[in-house]
């Protein structure tokens, strides 16, 4: 079977959600749990912040993949803003400070935000097919570079990247959070692109 890739639509939020907490090694559920009232569960605060017409993380940002009919994989990225805008960096919850050094460190890079394919799917070459796409996004955008911020303790990811041509730029301790079972650093990689 050969994977297909398209916009995401607002249909897809649900998947998107679960997608992003993938990529997050469950930081998403477990931030979306301190947003969600009572009795909503953390997955409903995903599919809503996922259905925004407005944000890095939302369906409008997206790119599916599919494997016959079934959702495989997701691609959301885009343009980080230039000059990047800390504002209101001390109120930001203390999980998310280090990713926003990070981000700051690459203003106007087409941000990788999220990158995920389901398990079942996973070997088939699908996320190396989504990294071309972020590049055709990003030179589309005249983006001077692409940025991705990975784990430290996820080696797969680090490969992926870096056979695509990303080297690491700089790191940040990853704070641990109740679930978490890893600990080391955040790295920002970055693949520069010709003018």
């Known amino acids: 079977m050969t994977p297909t890739f398209r916009p995401a639509t607002i249909a897809d939020v649900s998947a998107l959600a679960v997608l992003v907490d993938i990529a997050g090694d469950g930081m998403a559920s477990y931030m979306w749990r301190g947003l969600a009232a009572p009795g ?20 409008r940002n997206a ?16 343009r980080l803003q230039e000059p990047y805008d800390t504002g209101g960096f001390d109120a930001m919850p203390d999980l998310v400070r280090p990713l926003v050094l990070l981000e700051s460190k690459v203003p106007g890079s087409w941000y990788v935000n999220i990158l995920a394919t389901f398990p079942e799917f996973r070997g088939q070459g699908i996320a190396s097919r989504l990294l071309a796409i972020a590049e055709e996004k990003a030179r589309a955008a005249q983006a001077p570079s692409l940025s991705v911020i990975v784990t430290s303790w996820n080696g797969n990811a680090a490969r992926l990247y870096t056979k695509a041509g990303y080297t690491p730029d700089a790191r940040e301790p990853a704070l641990p959070f109740p679930g978490c079972l890893h600990k080391g650093d955040w790295v920002l990689m970055v693949k520069p692109l010709a003018v």
């Open 63 to 78: 790119t599916i993949a599919e494997l016959d009919g079934e959702i495989a994989a997701g691609l959301v990225g885009y």
């Open 40 to 59: 909503q569960s953390p997955l409903e605060i995903g599919r809503e912040r996922a259905r925004r017409e407005e944000g890095g993380f939302s369906y």
